[in-house]
């Protein structure tokens, strides 16, 4: 079983930074990624962090913007989220799983309660 719980989320005009945290408790996943649902949006994928080899991928819509980073010895994955835009308003859930297709949600065995992110232009 693993539990997750994020933070960090808030409220920033545009052009301005977030760091998001999801702190992981317990064991049986390969990889932790963030998702995001806008109001009445599927919920996308944003980025993946493998635990054992550190690689990692990004949405098209957030590379060069957002950094995915662990720090294992606090069980701790960040998302640093720079020059955020309107569109990146949304609640922000972090997922654990044994992953190969990362894109695909249905590959997340464990999910956070979510962090509300809005972006004002």
């Known amino acids: 079983q693993v539990h997750l719980v994020e933070s960090g989320g808030g409220s920033v005009q545009a052009g301005g930074s977030l760091r998001l945290s999801c702190v992981a408790s317990?064991?049986?996943?390969?990889?932790i990624a963030w998702f995001r649902q806008a109001a009445g949006k599927e919920r996308e994928a944003v980025s993946i962090?493998?635990?054992?080899?550190?690689?990692?991928y990004y949405a098209d819509s957030v590379k060069g913007r957002f950094t995915i980073s662990q720090d294992s010895a606090k069980n701790t994955v960040y998302l640093q989220m720079n020059n955020l835009k309107p569109e990146d308003t949304a609640m922000y859930y972090c997922?654990?799983?044994?992953?190969?297709?990362?894109?695909?949600?249905?590959?997340?065995?464990?999910w956070g309660q979510g962090t509300q992110v809005t972006v004002s232009s």
């Open positions: 962090i493998y635990s054992s080899t550190a690689l990692t």
């Open positions: 317990g064991n049986g996943y390969s990889a």
């Open positions: 997922a654990a799983g044994v992953v190969r297709r990362w894109l695909d949600r249905y590959e997340y065995n464990y």
